[in-house]
């Protein structure tokens, strides 16, 4: 994963963003990142791991046909148990594989929206997804703005470290459609930090702001695979990503990522890395500076 990789940094950092040597991002990867973010290519869907010293967060699984894909990428990284679960809104592209997922590994607490009645879903995949739930007796928990969780490490080095934290910034009202009832997710490592939107609209993202969220972060998960009903330029300035991760399928029907988001993207200066073209990427942090890993060149 680590050809024809670029190291990222932060503005904040003296060091720039030249290309890294090999022996030096491996360096990095292996004695001093202990944060990792693998964006795991799904094609059309979503789907976000997150590891530190033993502990781990999973953020959306994808269709159901990824199901094995997902359980692989577990297995290959050592994941017997997921500390947290958020499955950002009841769309199959995002939580299609979930149950599956639930199902053959320990999980913690999952982390779901809270939708009136009327979008209460009542598709296959869901109602799969609450009775693993149920046979497993783990209770929903909502998502609430303003709500803190923070990482337990399980490594003897973590208990010397500050951990992560993650802050639940949306949803922040009702909605008439499933999209921006997505939870809204800002993680949070040492100075860097990381914002995951499932796929909000403009409309949800004008509210996260009227709400007085703090969504600035050095890493975007762009909202809506890129979509143009989202990343309005207000959000993306609110933000000011120094890298957005855009997940999405390799000829996609919908033409995602449209071109006004990768010109806006381009006119803000943010380094974009699309899982169509780049496969899996991963992100690794210190909590002062980010490498960014491609599985494709």
């Known amino acids: 994963m680590l050809v024809g990789a670029t190291f990222v940094y932060s503005s904040y950092l003296e060091l720039g963003s030249d290309d890294v040597p090999k022996a030096a991002a491996e360096s990095f990867i292996n004695?001093?990142?202990?944060?990792e973010i693998h964006y795991v290519d799904v094609g059309q869907g979503d789907c976000s791991l997150i590891m530190w010293?033993?502990?781990?967060?999973?953020?959306?699984?994808?269709?159901s046909q990824y199901a094995e894909t997902v359980l692989d990428y577990l297995d290959e990284h050592g994941v017997e148990k997921l500390d947290y679960v958020i499955a950002t809104h009841p769309h199959s592209d995002h939580m299609g594989s979930m149950s599956e997922?639930?199902?053959?590994?320990?999980?913690?607490?999952?982390?779901?929206?809270?939708?009136t009645d009327e979008l209460t879903p009542t598709t296959v995949f869901y109602e799969k997804f609450l009775d693993v739930l149920s046979s497993k007796a783990i209770k929903l928990t909502a998502a609430k703005p303003d709500t803190s969780y923070t990482f337990s490490g399980t490594t003897a080095a973590s208990v010397s470290k500050i951990p992560p934290s993650?802050?639940?910034?949306?949803?922040?009202?009702?909605?008439?459609?499933?999209?921006?009832?997505?939870?809204?997710?800002?993680?949070t490592y040492g100075d860097t930090s990381y914002l995951f939107t499932g796929d909000i609209e403009k409309k949800a993202e004008n509210d996260i702001l009227e709400y007085g969220a703090d969504v600035d972060a050095d890493v975007l998960k762009s909202p809506h695979h890129g979509s143009s009903t989202s990343s309005g330029e207000v959000f993306i300035d609110a933000v000011s990503p120094e890298i957005c991760i855009i997940q999405c399928g390799d000829g996609n029907d919908y033409g995602h990522p449209h071109a006004e988001v990768m010109e806006l993207l381009d006119d803000y200066g943010?380094?974009?890395?699309?899982?169509?073209q780049c496969g899996t990427v991963t992100v690794y942090s210190d909590g002062k500076q980010i490498y960014v890993a491609t599985e494709k060149e």
């Not at 008439?176 to 009832?181: F, I, S």
């Not at 943010?270 to 169509?276: G, Q």
């Open 31 to 35: 004695k001093d990142a202990d944060l």
């Open 53 to 63: 010293e033993g502990a781990s967060m999973l953020i959306d699984s994808g269709e």
């Open 166 to 187: 993650f802050e639940i910034l949306a949803p922040v009202t009702d909605y008439n459609d499933l999209n921006n009832y997505s939870v809204v997710v800002k993680l």
């Open 101 to 115: 997922i639930v199902s053959a590994v320990d999980v913690g607490k999952v982390i779901v929206p809270k939708v």
């Open 270 to 276: 943010v380094t974009s890395y699309r899982t169509d």
